[in-house]
């Protein structure tokens, strides 16, 4: 029975993030959890553990990089996501996704809204997103490799 639930980055996870591994066409759309690893006091690493066990990676960003995204000074950056190579397929992005708000709600309490920008070619990355609530607020940004998507998630209590 897979157990999945959301974590702080703890350096007891190092050793597992450092061995994720991703397809190269998925490598471009986002960034490996040992490059993503840096904690501030407004970047807040998340793994996504399988019976304890990292299978899934991302960022919570509550710094000014957000106000690209949103105008909400009450909404968080969602960037980075990931699942390892050897753990996808088995759901897990979706179910870490379906625990955020929980998550959110008891880690970061003054946040009330998600943000998240995807690129307009990863279509997998969309759908999962919609699959869990998150909307195409309809804004648009260019990224690194492309135009970006700009999605929205309510943390509402």
Partial sequence: MNE???QLYQSEHFESLNQFELPEDQEQY???PIHSLEITHERH????????????????HSS???????DNR????LTAL????????????????????????ETFPSCNEIVLAVNKRN????????????NDTG?????RIGEQLIFSFPVTR
């Fill in 74 to 77: 009450k909404a968080m950056l």
């Fill in 139 to 143: 804004r648009r940004k260019m990224g």
């Fill in 64 to 70: 000014d990089r957000v106000k690209e995204y949103s």
């Fill in 123 to 134: 279509i997998a990355a969309q759908k999962l997103y919609e699959k869990v609530g998150y």
């Fill in 30 to 32: 986002t960034a490996l």
């Fill in 82 to 105: 990931s699942i390892n190579h050897s753990h996808q397929r088995k759901g897990f992005a979706k179910k870490g996704m379906e625990q955020i708000k929980d998550f959110v709600t």
């Fill in 45 to 60: 690493p998340i793994v996504i553990l399988n019976n304890n066990g990292p299978v899934g990676f991302f960022v919570l």
């Fill in 4 to 6: 999945i639930n959301l």
